[in-house]
């Protein structure tokens, strides 16, 4: 009957016997959801850690995947100016071998002439020698 009474003021006895305010099954159903609670929070920091590190990991794959995308647009750039020091080396060869071709027919024709000019002067001897 005294508990009942006091029960009607809002105050209640715990387990041990200490006067409070809360009933206790409304107390331990507070001191269930704080139980519950904290392992939300440690599971809730232990989801930020895992996501923390994917994000870290995600982080360093895309570096890496920049990394090989430089070094693919390097070598395609690299391979374009090989290809175009090859059409201005193959430019430059061409023109030698026009400059080339140019300059022996210039020695044919001075061949040609040298030749001509050694039969003349070999036909002017024969001639002075059977002159006199």
């Not at 929070?41 to 990991?57: A, P, R, T």
């Not at 794959?61 to 390097?74: D, H, N, R, V």
């Not at 022996?104 to 059977?130: G, M, P, S």
Request: aromatic share 6%.
């Amino acid at each position: 009957m005294a508990q009942a009474a006091l029960g009607a003021a809002g105050l209640h006895f715990d387990e041990l016997n200490k006067l409070r305010v809360l009933d206790p099954e409304v107390a331990q159903q507070t001191a269930q959801l704080r139980e519950e609670c904290r392992a939300f929070l440690d599971k809730i920091v232990e989801f930020q850690k895992i996501v923390g590190s994917l994000i870290e990991l995600v982080d360093q794959l895309a570096k890496a995947a920049e990394s090989e995308k430089m070094k693919a647009i390097g070598a395609r750039n690299l391979l374009k100016s090989i290809a175009k020091q090859r059409e201005a080396q193959e430019q430059q060869l061409q023109a030698l071998i026009a400059e080339k071709k140019m300059q022996l027919e210039r020695y044919r024709i001075e061949y040609e002439t040298l030749c001509k000019i050694e039969a003349d002067q070999n036909e002017f001897i024969d001639q002075f020698i059977f002159q006199k």
